[in-house]
């Protein structure tokens, strides 16, 4: 299998750190307003275990530490996973860390490492959960704003996997409210879903993870929406976006593959990190 096209493509200005103000904003609100139960002690435990995993793979690996990469994992994690034992979330932090750099090829996540640290854990047992209903509907407005504004800052072309995800995904729902002659109401609701947008725009739209090209992105945004309604709306499986997005990030293999393109890499950072 061919290596994506030479060249890599980076952005001048780090979203990365865009990310950390929403996601800690978030974080904050859901603490301070939404009464969610997590701890100073539980943040930052989480936050610095990521944090030395990346120290120590990132000097394994002879790369730059990338420590604001680890921390959007970390919180990503922190956002969308619940356990009353800690010790899930640090294993889900571990398993997202180490995925970056044990699971790759040609230098590239071949997982999204919150996603799959989020669903291992969740596979193990029943003592860790997704609840996505836990934001409640009055959010979505808010992280419809922030999604627009990394839409702004990287683009629409890198972020062509979300906005192909959004348009089939809502498509798929209004299709399915006609189909069942339910109102159009059910669907705006449905699409209301805080740890969706989330999903969306703060994890599925990582540029280290989605095909080099933005046909490729566009493809792949298209493949998960269908897989993870499939598997939501006709299996029943709760959490169906992230299985979703687990079950086809393979096929950024093949989709590099056919349709090449530059490979990228965060500012200030090389390969992999």
């Not at 995925?99 to 193990?124: D, E, Q």
Request: net charge positive; glycine share 8%.
């Amino acid at each position: 299998m061919s290596a994506p096209k030479a060249g890599v493509e980076s952005l001048s200005i780090d979203p990365r750190y865009y990310q950390l103000v929403v996601q800690i904003s978030l974080l904050l609100f859901g603490i301070l307003q939404l009464q969610f139960e997590i701890s100073p002690v539980r943040i930052v435990a989480v936050v610095a275990s990521a944090w030395l995993l990346q120290l120590l793979f990132t000097r394994l690996y002879h790369l730059t530490a990338n420590l604001p990469s680890a921390a959007n994992s970390a919180l990503s994690i922190l956002l969308l996973l619940r356990s009353n034992d800690l010790g899930w979330l640090l294993l889900a932090v571990v398993i997202a860390i180490a995925g970056k750099f044990v699971l790759t090829v040609h230098r590239r996540h071949l997982f999204n490492p919150s996603a799959l640290g989020i669903v291992a854990v969740i596979l193990i047992g029943d003592t860790a959960w997704i609840t996505p209903g836990q934001w409640g509907r009055d959010i979505w407005l808010l992280l419809l704003a922030a999604g627009g504004g990394l839409i702004v800052l990287i683009g629409p072309t890198r972020m062509a996997t979300t906005l192909a995800f959004g348009t089939v995904y809502s498509l798929s729902l209004f299709g399915q409210a006609a189909w069942l002659g339910d109102p159009w109401q059910i669907p705006l609701h449905q699409l209301q879903n805080g740890a969706l947008l989330i999903f969306a725009f703060f994890m599925l739209s990582d540029p280290k993870t989605t095909p080099a090209s933005t046909v490729g992105c566009l493809l792949y945004g298209t493949w998960v929406a269908l897989l993870g309604w499939t598997l939501h709306y006709l299996f029943f499986i709760p959490n169906a976006f992230l299985y979703a997005l687990i079950l086809s990030s393979p096929l950024t293999l093949s989709i590099n593959r056919y349709l090449p393109g530059q490979a990228f890499v965060w500012p200030g950072t090389r390969n992999y990190s």
